[in-house]
């Protein structure tokens, strides 16, 4: 059997997004830009399986805390009618960045069975910070119910779009 792996990322965001608005103020055809800012909170999950015919192996890691920074700016018109019907059309971007404070190995599967429990709080928690260098001789007297520390990491994120659309005035 030939081996395979599969590895998938999932997140989720809250994140609030203030922003300034410049308008022409014509009347008609009205063209407008935004800028902001991007702030939040997020959650990533990892999940990795290999299989090979002697071996499988899964693990769904979390990583939790920190917060979301960015910006975001978008460029549009609107066409204004007389009777309170406004379409629009816009080019916008956002790009981000998430900075986690922590990473879990939350399930960790061989063969199909659940090995989780087996691993010591350091081989499965990591708190990302200012991280200094172990040496050979620190890694191996490390205590294992202490979480190991690692260099900050970031996951950036952009994103870019057209919105287009109706709106009314009453």
Do not use: H
């Not at 890691?61 to 460029?75: H, M, N, Q």
């Amino acid at each position: 059997q030939p081996a395979t792996s599969s590895y998938a990322v999932s997140s989720s965001m809250l994140r609030i997004n203030p922003a300034l608005v410049l308008r022409s103020g014509r009347k008609g055809v009205d063209p407008y830009f935004k800028c902001g800012m991007i702030l939040g909170k997020a959650s990533v999950s990892l999940e990795d399986e290999s299989n090979s015919s002697d071996r499988s192996l899964y693990k769904r890691t979390e990583y939790s805390g920190g917060l979301i920074a960015g910006v975001s700016a978008s460029a549009g018109v609107e066409f204004k009618t007389k009777k309170g019907l406004i379409l629009y059309s816009e080019f916008n971007f956002a790009g981000m960045s998430y900075s986690p404070e922590r990473r879990e190995l939350a399930e960790y599967r061989e063969n199909g069975q659940d090995r989780t429990s087996d691993l010591t709080v350091r081989q499965k928690v990591v708190t990302y910070g200012r991280a200094t260098q172990e040496t050979y001789k620190e890694r191996m007297n490390a205590d294992p119910n202490k979480p190991r520390e690692e260099l900050k990491i970031t996951f950036p994120s952009g994103r870019v779009g057209i919105n287009a659309g109706v709106r009314f005035e009453f």
